[in-house]
Nanobody, 128 residues
Framework: QVQLVESGGGSVQAGGSLKLSCAASGYMFNSCGMGWARQAPGKERELVSTITLDGTTSYADSVKGRFTISQDNAKNTLYLQMNSLKTEDTAVYFC??????????????????????WGQGTQVTVSS
């Protein structure tokens, strides 16, 4: 069974930083495109960032310049470095894997509704 487990969430003041981790088991990162999504109270889930098998990255406009996605294939771990955090970033953050299209096309940035596997999420709370 494929499992994704997020960690690193918590409470931080506006302007601070957090680094989220997503540990994967059951497959290797070199077989799947990966992404981070988030969902805030009263809002739809949104795609925050993606990284493809060919190493290209994408970011939502709301986090561009502040967040950085990366992965360590040797450790089978995905990361999201979050800097200059704002109260609007408060949400549950999820990691996700696309092991179908993201494998067949190594430059494919998977849309939110096409990920095949999801973690349980980790809470990030940013206070003013």
């Amino acid at each position: 069974q494929v499992q994704l487990v997020e960690s690193g969430g918590g409470s931080v003041q506006a302007g601070g930083s957090l680094k989220l981790s997503c540990a994967a088991s059951g497959y290797m990162f070199n077989s799947c495109g990966m992404g981070w999504a988030r969902q805030a109270p009263g809002k739809e889930r949104e795609l925050v960032s993606t990284i493809t098998l060919d190493g290209t990255t994408s970011y939502a406009d709301s986090v561009k310049g502040r967040f950085t996605i990366s992965q360590d294939n040797a450790k089978n771990t995905l990361y999201l470095q979050m800097n200059s955090l704002k109260t609007e970033d408060t949400a549950v953050y999820f990691c996700a894997a696309d092991c179908i299209t993201g494998f067949l096309n190594d430059h494919y940035h998977t849309p939110l509704n096409e990920y095949n596997y999801w973690g349980q999420g980790t809470q990030v709370t940013v206070s003013s």
